[in-house]
């Protein structure tokens, strides 16, 4: 069974487009499931709600769609220094006062979890898949590269997880995996906004058999001119279109950011 896991598109249309198509271009994906945070930083929460929707992509909420859907004083993100917490308020407000209230709902109405069983929900003991955002206690929880094996087993433990188990996140923009006690450990990355210093689209194929679970990340070029131009032309701040550019942080020598 192979599903494709989106996550943190933020509103980025032409990253969410060029993922979608690089996935149809693939016969073999049974289901595209989102990881949340769909809306904030870039010019498009509507029309990325309306896409996921006409396409019926199941998914969770990110802390971005649960602030935004339920009114809340902040979006829940993480601030470095004071200028990031300016921004970040100043995305917030716009992207409140820009979403329908259908979009709205659809945001608010989102689960916070949800549980797959690949090879059928009458057949117990076999591999399940659970979609989250941040992890399995809170939308906000930053679950990075560098937590150690024990963060991971408490949050299996939390999430109901066993050996062959897969649970799968977002939220900190930087994909990686991880094998512990027989259980994946696996962050997909983000579409519309990485962070890892490659600024393509990132996604995940996730390969779920009887015996292991396989996931292979992809990046997919995309036309971020199209992007940084939206974000200039809207009263997004400019940083937002050069943080598309770079690829965010860090830039090493193997991902150099587009010209
Ligand atoms: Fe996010």
Redesign the pocket.
Known sequence: MKYALIS?I?ANLPALEAVLADIDRRSDVEAIYHLG?LV?YAPWPNETVSLIRSRAIAGVA???DSTTGTDYKHCGCKYENPRQEELSHVSYDWTRARVTPETKRFLAALPFRLDLWPLGGHLTGKPRVTLVHGSPTSNTLYWTEDRPDSFCGQMAAIAGMKAGDVIAF??T?RPWSRESSGMLFLNTG?VG?PKDGDWRAGYVILDVGEASARPEFVRVEYDVQRAMKGIRHSELPDEFAEDLRTGGSPVTETTKPNP
Do not use: E, L, P, R
């Open positions: 943190d933020h945070d904030g990110g802390n971005y977002g939220h923009h983000s906004k």
